[in-house]
């Protein structure tokens, strides 16, 4: 299973981006999802966090600010970003784990990461 996150690019502080992030291969189920973040010099911090059945959870930093969302038909994450911030600067990495297909009617368990997206945004 991979992950493809898109979307990320510079915005000046107020304005809004909304990041995607693609799941492919032999996906058998998709459970929890989520976007962290990691600011120069940071440690990677979560965002927020979506369960199969769309319970959601956010970072302090960004509750009332930032949407998460999921399109389970079409295995998509999404991230709106509103009323950006400098601070919230960073590469964004979505994640996902839940069950791959194997040989056979086999699964096992994956957690991935994709490959980052950089959100810049200016004062």
């Known amino acids: 299973v991979q992950l493809q996150a898109s979307g990320g690019g510079l915005m000046q502080a107020g304005g809004s981006l909304r990041l995607s992030c693609a799941a492919s291969g032999s996906i058998f189920s998709i459970n929890a999802m989520g976007w962290y973040r990691q600011a120069p010099g940071k440690e990677r911090e979560l965002v927020a966090g979506?369960?199969?059945?769309?319970?959601?959870n956010y970072g302090d930093s960004v509750k009332g600010r930032f949407t998460i969302s999921r399109d389970n038909a079409k295995n998509m994450l999404y991230l709106q970003m509103n009323s950006l911030k400098p601070e919230d600067t960073a590469v964004y990495y979505c994640?996902?784990?839940?069950?791959?297909?194997?040989?056979?009617?086999?699964?096992?368990?994956?957690?991935?990461w994709g490959q980052g997206t950089l959100v810049t945004v200016s004062s």
């Open positions: 994640d996902a784990e839940g069950r791959e297909r194997t040989k056979g009617w086999g699964s096992e368990p994956y957690n991935v």
């Open positions: 979506i369960t199969k059945s769309d319970s959601t």
